[in-house]
């Protein structure tokens, strides 16, 4: 988490998707209050699995300065999320975030994924982009081929699917290595129009993962509309009557009454931001300066992420 906020921090992406969330080996359960991101920027959450024992767990932020919305697709394909964004005039963009297991090798899962492809076309959006790790080494997506004569396997399937959907698949280089494994591309970005990924980079893993982070452009016309930036003036803040407001909390029975984390943190939060509009003044910015790392990192282990991120391992 410490290297995605420092990465978000600096590249101010619109849209970021991670999948395989959770680890494999969980001592606890961790809640979705525990990936929010809010010393970056204002991003709305959306998620897959996070709360749930099922999968790996799919996340998605979008800034909120896009109109985003979260729709359910009709095939129930175990992980996956799509969100609907407004672009200029009547057009739509559709962004998918994807996660395939390569556990799951029966006819019916991989029939869906090929379906939930289809059904993502037939929407009539005019522009899509579907990302995600779909792991197929097999696939070469230089030659759009596979290895062997079987015109009957998954790969295939996912092959033909994507060119009956007239879709393109912008990745070409490996995306995961580890050691002496071969290095192969699992992670891909799906268009339904070949120019619409430009400026993509191959980067270093996030954290101790061993695919690699993915940064492009996505061509479209979109109006962002940012809203004016307010600052809390923290110094002016009358935090003696702040604090007697607290106190006549009874947080004890509070707390206990829900046996939830997230519930107990957002009930928290909205007491929290309630007291800081009503004691603590604020002012509107017309110009702002230059934002200084304010995530508690050492200058360290901001130089070994810089160094990460632009020496990378030769693909």
């Not at 999948?19 to 979705?32: D, G, H, L």
């Not at 289809?118 to 081929?145: K, R």
């Not at 290895?147 to 033909?160: H, I, M, V």
Request: charge should be positive; proline fraction near 4%.
């Amino acid at each position: 988490m410490s290297e995605l906020i420092v990465r978000t921090r600096d590249n101010k992406p619109n849209i970021i998707g991670i999948t395989e969330v959770k680890p494999k080996a969980n001592r606890y359960k961790p809640s979705t209050a525990e990936y929010s991101i809010p010393e970056v920027g204002n991003y709305k959450m959306f998620e897959k699995n996070i709360k749930s024992d099922e999968g790996r767990g799919l996340l998605m932020y979008v800034d909120s300065n896009l109109e985003a919305t979260e729709i359910t697709m009709k095939t129930e394909f175990q992980e996956n999320i799509f969100i609907k964004v407004k672009l200029n005039q009547n057009d739509k963009l559709l962004v998918g975030l994807i996660y395939r297991t390569p556990s799951n090798s029966s006819k019916e899962y991989n029939d869906k994924l090929v379906n939930l492809m289809s059904e993502a076309t037939d929407m009539g959006y005019s522009h899509i982009l579907i990302m995600g790790d779909f792991n197929y080494p097999e696939i070469n997506w230089e030659t759009w081929n596979t290895k062997g004569d079987r015109p009957n396997s998954t790969e295939n399937k996912f092959l033909e699917a994507l060119q009956d959907n007239f879709l393109y698949q912008h990745t070409t280089k490996p995306t995961r290595w580890r050691g002496a494994d071969t290095p192969h591309t699992l992670d891909l970005l799906i268009t339904n129009e070949e120019e619409m990924i430009s400026n993509l980079e191959y980067m270093s893993p996030l954290g101790k993962s061993d695919h690699c982070v993915l940064s492009f452009d996505f061509n479209c016309y979109v109006n962002i509309k940012r809203a004016p930036k307010i600052a809390n003036l923290y110094n002016h803040g009358n935090y003696k009557d702040f604090i007697q407001e607290l106190n006549k909390i009874d947080w004890h029975n509070k707390l206990n009454a829900e046996n939830s984390i997230d519930k107990n943190w957002n009930y928290f939060l909205t007491i929290l931001k309630e007291l800081e509009s009503r004691f603590v003044p604020t002012k509107t910015m017309t110009q702002i300066g230059k934002k200084r790392n304010v995530f508690p990192i050492d200058k360290k282990a901001r130089e070994l992420i810089r160094r990460k991120i632009f020496y990378p391992k030769k693909l």
